[in-house]
């Protein structure tokens, strides 16, 4: 075990969590403030997921270029400072401007720990560490509408949450200069041959692998983001009520990523995703059709998929992980811009129930893909044997 590394991809993943968490209990305020539209005010939203997109694709080039705990310090910086220019924005054309820089560096917070908890962990606990990891973004998504309430109630303003949340990133960053990362960075080897060959025998199996995850991580936010719509217009429950529905579903999901982090399941892990995956499309269907209770334990249901997936990838692709990890990250911010636009029409068409009940077609495909991979790829893993005991190029000095 290599512990700088995941003490490091915790804490990043952490500020990831509060800060990407804290906008959502200020729109209301921001969308005041500035006197816009929803779907004006929506736009925060888009262009942060448009640069999140961004920065994912663009990570593996910067990968190839400076080592990780650089490309990490540029984030959490760059971040420190989009959090700044929110909080002081005086008009709404530079507060979309900050929340595009905002996406960017949230990118780089996100994808890095991904990398680096598989490649500090031993092959035995690399799946205890990866959910541990998202426990912690868990941990940090409760924490964010309660820090936007206490600073809400002492200040009054919205603009002093986001200058208190920029504490996370400016912290992190001095933890990076602590003398236990000093020598572990090391750049990734890269040389054009290595990564044409790389290209050319993994491009189809990561991209369908992070397709099957980004459907998943599509469901699990369809849930949560339209959970208390769902719970007003069919249940007639007021914002309180619904807002409690919405922190059962996330303590349910870092229970279940807890769980996860404490147990290693030794079943394989294609067993494992599809559970995960049956037992959520049942919780769908008994949100909708029996309580919405049902609906909060889908975040217990879901919440091993992503761990277990990125374990699988990086089981999968150990001398190509910046990359894997990349389209990954890139595909699940295309596939929530897809999934807002659509249940969103869908909701307009035909309701929030019938938007819900569509969710289901998320999980069904990602399942189909979870129990055919091996099936389509089993050539190209044939191919694969051969090298798959060479040193890992990726792998840092001990």
Request: glycine share 6%; charged share 10%; hydrophobic share 50%.
């Given at each position: ?43 925060m939203?888009a262009l ?7 920065a ?17 310090q ?5 971040l ?6 929110l909080?002081a ?6 507060f979309?401007?900050c ?5 960017l ?18 092959p ?8 541990g990891?998202h426990?912690?973004?868990g ?10 309430a ?7 303003s919205w ?15 001095g ?31 990561q ?8 459907l998943a ?9 339209r ?14 009520s ?18 996860f ?5 030794k ?6 995703l ?11 269907l008994?949100?909708?059709f ?17 761990p ?20 990954m ?13 659509a249940?969103?029409?869908?909701t307009d ?17 990602s399942?189909?893909?979870v ?17 798959f ?10």
């Open positions: 075990m290599i512990w700088p590394f995941i003490f490091l991809s915790y804490a990043s993943l952490f500020v990831f969590g509060l800060t990407d968490n804290i906008r959502g209990p200020l729109f209301p305020e921001i969308l005041k403030q500035f006197g816009v539209s929803d779907s004006m005010g929506s736009l939203f942060s997921n448009i640069s999140g997109f961004i994912s694709y663009g990570c593996r080039y910067m990968l190839r270029r400076y080592d990780r705990l650089s490309v990490l540029g984030g959490a910086v760059g420190m400072l989009a959090m700044w220019g909080a924005s005086p008009i709404f054309p530079m979309l401007v929340s595009f820089v905002y996406g560096c949230l990118g780089i917070l996100g994808l890095v720990p991904n990398i680096l908890v598989p490649m500090g962990s031993t035995q606990k690399k799946q205890q560490m990866l959910s990891l426990t912690m973004y941990l940090a998504s409760l924490m964010a509408p309660l820090l936007a206490g600073m809400e109630y002492v200040t009054g603009r002093w949450t986001f200058a208190a949340a920029s504490l996370a990133p400016m912290i992190f960053v933890y990076t200069f602590h003398p236990s990362h000093k020598s572990l960075h090391t750049k990734a080897t890269f040389s054009p041959e290595t990564h044409k060959a790389n290209k050319k025998k993994n491009f189809k199996p991209l369908f692998l992070a397709v099957m995850l980004s991580v599509a469901a699990e936010i369809m849930v949560s983001s959970l208390a719509l769902y719970m007003q217009r069919t249940w007639n429950y007021d914002m309180e619904a807002s409690i529905y919405v922190t059962y579903f996330f303590i349910a999901m870092m229970l279940g990523r807890l769980l982090a404490v147990v290693h399941f079943r394989s892990p294609q067993f494992l599809s559970a995960s995956l049956v037992l959520t499309a049942i919780c769908i008994g949100g909708v029996i309580h919405p209770l049902f609906l909060t334990g889908t975040g217990f249901m879901i919440a091993p998929f992503y277990l997936a990125i374990s699988w990838i990086s089981s999968e692709f150990p001398e190509d992980l910046d990359t894997a990890v990349s389209y990250m890139a595909t699940d911010s295309m596939m929530l811009i897809i999934m807002h636009l249940i969103g029409k869908l068409l035909f309701g929030i129930r019938e938007a819900v009940l569509f969710g289901l077609a998320f999980v069904v495909v399942l189909l893909m129990n055919t991979y091996k099936y389509i790829f089993k050539r190209h893993k044939e191919e694969k044997h051969p090298h005991h060479h040193h890992d190029t990726h792998a840092p000095a001990k």
